[in-house]
Structures are given as C-alpha cells and as structure tokens.
C-alpha cells in the first residue's frame, strides 16, 4: 500500500516535470540569449544597432547597424505573406467546403509531404530552377533576391496556414451555412458573405503563425536571397535576413568578441519578433474557442 | 386553390424511404402545421419544400411538388435561388450570422440585388417592426447580433426571412430552444404573420399545433396519415393512429 503511494506520486512529479519542462527550456533559451547578448548593448546602444545603417561587424572600426537586416527579413516575410495568404485561404476553403472526400484525403496528405520537405532541399531547388527563371524574367544581374525568397518561404509557409485555417473553416457551424443557403444565397455567397466572418480569428492566427514560421526560416533564405546587407528598395533587390546573418557569421567569429555576441543580440531581437507574433495568434485562437 | 401541393411524394436517404406517398394541399395565408413524433420525417417534408435536402448526399426524390403550380422539384440552380427567395425558412436553433443585426437583415436583399443601398434603413426598420424588434434594437442596430438573447434572435431570424418579401415561411420547431412565455410571444407573431404570409410549422409539441395553427398534418414512419383542419384533427381524427397520438398513448 505504501509502495503504491510512493510510486504514485513519483510518477505525478515526473508528469509534471514533463509538463513544465517546454516553459523551462524556453525560460532558459532566453536567460541564455540575454546573458550572451545583454554584454554588447554595454558597448553599443540600442538604438544604434536597431537603427544603424550599416553592418560591417569585422571592419576597422566595426559597425554594428542592423537595420537592413530588420528590413531584408521584414521584406521577404512580406513577400511571402502577399504570396501564402491568399493562396492558402482559397486552398483551405476548396478543402474543407468544395473538395469531394477523396480530393479532400489527398489533398491534406500532400499539405503535410509539403510541410515535411527539409527547407534545405526547398532552398536547394529554388536556387536551381527559381533563380534562373527570375533573372532571365526581369533581365537582373542575380536572380538572388528578396523575391525568390518570399516565393520560397511562401511555399514554406502554406502548409501552416493552409491546415489552421482549415481547422477554423469546420469549426464555423453548419447552422450559419444552412441559413445562408435557405435565404437564396448561392454556396459562394455564402461563403464569402458569413462562413468567413466567422472563421476569420483563425484565418488570423493561421496567417501569424504562418508569418512566425517564415521569419524563423534560414536555410533556405540564405541560399537564395543573396544575403547583400544593404537597406532593400524593392522586391528584385538581393537581402539578408537576421536569421541568415547568425547562421552564415556564427562559424567564423571569434568566441567572445564583440561580433560574437552582436549575433547573439540578433537572436534576441528574433526571439522577440517570434513571440510577439505567436502571443497574438494565440489571442486570435482562444477568441475562435469562445 | 392551394398554395403548395405534394403528389405522391417520396423520398429517399439512400436506401431509407423518409417519405411514402405524401399528399397534401397547403392552402395560402394560413398556419399549417405538421406534427408527428421524432423521426417521422416531417422535418424531411418541410425541407422540401425549400429543397434544402439538396444539401444532403444520396437524396432521391420522387413525385411533385407545387407551389403556385410550378412543380419546384425540376428547377435548375437559378429557379433554386428563386424558390428559396420565395420560400423563406426559420430554424430550430436561432442562426442569426456572426455580423451586426443590420447587416443580418440585408443579407437576403444584398444577395438577389433586391434593393438599393438607399432603401436599406427602410427596409430593416419594416422587418424589425414585423417581429416587435424595432423600439428595442433601433440603437443597437450595429452591435453583434449573437448579443441578442435567444427569442430576440429567433425573432431576429425571422425577420431576416421576411425582409426578402417571402411568399411562404417554412419554421422548423422555432420554438423549441425557447421558455414558455417566449414561445407564447412568437406564436403571438406567428398570428400576426399570417395576415401576409403562408405558415408551415413542424413541431413536436401538439399542445402549439393546437394553438397556433389553422391546419394540421400528422406524420408517422414517412406516411402523411392524416391532414385536415386542425379543430377536426384534435376532436374528431378520423384515423386510429391520429387518435391514439393525441391522446398521448404514445410519442
């Protein structure tokens, strides 16, 4: 009897243990993240390196203005969203209100072989088929620009928006469809005049999560956007993003010096973006749940 | 004359037969209703007549259907529209749409292109005042209407039925989801709609057949096994199982 209440509660604490160990590690990513990153804002000021033009972290004296980078990442992320979010929303109501039942299962099977592709591979096909194509379409010096990378990471970015937008589409109910129906409304109609409105915080959130995924993305940005840190002034320009910066620098720096720990400030900034972002999908979710 | 006339009806749920050779006159600007117990099909009955068993996978209809002697089981996807716009239709659950009551009004008018912009006001005021809506919500007709409570959403329903100047309003148990006192009011409005328009109400509860309405079919197994006035029905049934079913000795 005493042996059972011990395991007992041995295994409600490893439980719980489980539980919280998602919010520990990222309590202690970001513990990390500061105490790496907080000893650059000593030497350099905030609004220097949120503001500064430019980014020669290794030149004499080195420069450390990540403000193209914001605007590379911000531009590509862009892109991808004027690219992913129409798309997917049509995709995701053809699937849940028009698709017959098989064209439905294949459908979403082929959603998630999309979303399981490694994004290198993407990056890796992009580069050989979608950057010729681009610098032959627009006669460019480099077919690396911020456009192929939205195009790229849109790609990337569907199958997430596309499978909770979905979710929010089923989750309208049939009674709003019905009455729009008995009132004469054709499908389309219907459609676009109610069952949108009401999936619409899932839309949302299905859209900033899409966006978390795009701005998190580096692989295959940094293959094919041209990572040129310079401020972009349109689509067919090369750019860097922040997360092509930490991945391209972070080898050849030296442990401890000041461009070592700019990468780690880059990361706080990311981290930053990417919760700010997740935190308002999140809203828009529970007001969907309500 | 009558309104709406079925010949032979049947129907089918892919190999369930829903209805057996239904033939009933529904006559114009009175309340018809259709009792029955739970699965009778006489929610099946009703949806024909505004075809929205068409949503439903494997449906198979056969015989006529009438109304204003258009046989309304032919009609391609444009004379479906119509008939819908002709036949308006109240749910058992009120399912005013997740937008502001204003727009839940215009939605019939904005999808046939019913009226101009202009006409709108006057028209949803017309509507509201049909279902005693106007003096409460004439300030809130911007707010949510999923804020309303649930007889003025009903109400509200059937006010977004009515704003398309329909000819029949087809109710499947509105009351159902309601209090009492709620429910004596819309079958107060009930009363009233029938000066303009034709009634049917499906419903499960005889005592509001008897109250409200003017004619009643009972429904057992898909068989429409006796229709007549409703005084004649609830003191005088002709057939054994009508009887049996008023009285209570079963359903």
Known sequence: MKLRKIIEFIIEKLIFLCGVASILFVILIFAFLLKEGISFFKEVSFGKFIGGRYWYPISEPPQFGILPLILGSLLVTLGAIIVSVPLSIAAAFYISEVAPIKMKDILKAGIEMLAAIPSVVLGFIGMVTLVPWIKKAFHLPTGLTAFSGSIMLGLMAMPTIISISEDAINAVPKSYKEGALALGATRWQAMYRVVIHAAMPGIIAATMLGIGRVIGETMAVMMITGNAAVIPHTFLQPVRTLTATIAAEMGETVHGSMHYYSLFAIGIILFVITFIINFTADIFLHRNRK | ?251
């Open chain 2, 1 to 251: 004359m009558a309104k709406i006339l079925t010949k032979n009806l049947n129907l089918w749920y892919g190999t369930f037969q829903a209805l057996i050779n239904v033939n009933m006159a529904v006559q114009e600007k009175r309340i018809t209703a259709i009792i029955g117990p739970s699965g009778c099909g006489k929610s099946t009955l009703l949806r024909v007549f505004n075809r929205m068993n068409d949503l439903i996978e494997g449906v198979r209809t056969k015989g006529k259907v009438e109304i204003d002697n258009q046989n309304i089981l032919e009609g391609d996807f444009s004379e479906l529209v119509q008939l819908r716009k002709k036949v308006g239709m109240v749910f058992q659950r009120p399912n005013p749409f997740p937008l502001s009551i204003y727009e839940n009004i215009i939605f019939g008018l904005k999808v046939h292109h019913l009226a101009k912009k202009e006409e709108f006001d006057r028209i949803v005021e017309r509507a509201l005042e049909s279902v005693l809506l106007w003096d409460d919500l004439k300030d809130k007709l911007h707010s949510n209407a999923l804020r309303l409570s649930l007889e003025q959403r009903q109400r509200l329903c059937i006010a977004r039925a009515i704003a398309v100047a329909p000819d029949i309003v087809l109710m499947d148990e509105p009351c159902s989801a309601l209090d009492p006192q709620s429910t004596a009011r819309i079958e107060e409005l009930m009363r009233e709609l029938k000066k303009d328009y034709t009634i049917i109400i499906v419903t499960h509860n005889m005592q509001q057949a008897a109250r409200v309405s003017d004619d009643t079919g009972f429904m057992l197994l898909g068989e429409l096994v006796e229709f007549d006035n409703t005084d004649k029905i609830f003191t005088r049934p002709q057939d054994k199982r009508t009887e049996d079913y008023i009285t209570g000795r079963y359903g």
